[in-house]
């Protein structure tokens, strides 16, 4: 199909909006847990739970995960402000039968927003990869044979140490991948997505957005959902 060249102006113009891009994530509200923000060069913050710093690396620790990053690409750190919620009167938990307990459901956008937590992500920018993605379905798979709500190959699942079949570890792995993809490149969700898109290689042959519109259409599409969804 081909594209208008106003469509593939508009297309295009979003790789020239790097600075943007990094405010959707820094002006998203972040979870509210205990930890810190760690702050880079490039201003994108990731919630980390502790660092340590060993010459010229850092130790990001986060989830019982570590990621070793230059000392150069982080300006500093900042504390997370955890706010105390108000003091409520103790109320007797209610008689719940045994029987009749049943654990409350989960689906798979509320797994994406607590594997988003978990990785100190704002839930409404993964979701918004998740949206664009699959639309949140479980069971699609893509003709070049990607699979679940993030949209997994194979190989990257593999690699990840997740069943793509299963929807809880699709998830969460797909989440784990964004951080990565963050962090490698220094904070630009441009290249970040584009990576998530068209795979790292691409990103890193092109120094920067690849040359392919199906790419550049699915990182303006994030964007937009992650505007409409009132992250900016």
Request: aromatic residues 8%; negative net charge; charged residues 20%.
């Amino acid at each position: 199909m081909m594209l208008h060249g106003r469509s593939l102006a508009r297309v295009i113009s979003y790789e020239m909006k790097c600075a943007f891009c990094l405010l959707v994530l820094t002006a998203g509200v972040f979870p509210a847990f205990g930890g810190e923000y760690v702050v880079f060069s490039s201003g994108l913050k990731l919630h980390a739970d502790r660092h340590e710093q060993s010459g010229d690396l850092i130790r990001l620790y986060y989830n019982g995960g570590v990621t070793e990053l230059p000392a150069i690409l982080i300006s500093g750190f900042e504390e997370d402000e955890v706010v105390a919620p108000d003091p409520v009167a103790e109320v007797a938990p209610p008689v719940v039968k045994p029987e009749t307990a049943t654990p409350a459901a989960s689906g798979p956008r509320e797994m994406v927003r607590d594997a988003a937590r978990r990785s100190g992500l704002p839930p409404e920018f993964v979701e918004s990869v998740a949206q664009v993605e699959s639309g949140f379905r479980p069971g699609v798979v893509s003709p070049k044979g990607a699979l679940g709500v993030m949209q997994l190959m194979p190989g990257t699942a593999k690699t990840l140490g997740a069943d793509p079949y299963d929807t809880a570890q699709n998830i969460d792995a797909g989440t784990r991948l964004l951080r990565e993809l963050l962090l490698k490149y220094d904070g630009d969700v441009i290249k970040a997505l584009a990576a998530y898109n068209a795979g790292e290689g691409a990103v890193d042959k092109y120094q920067g957005m690849p040359p392919y519109i199906e790419t550049r259409w699915y990182v303006k599409k994030v964007i937009d959902a992650y505007q409409k969804a009132g992250g900016q």
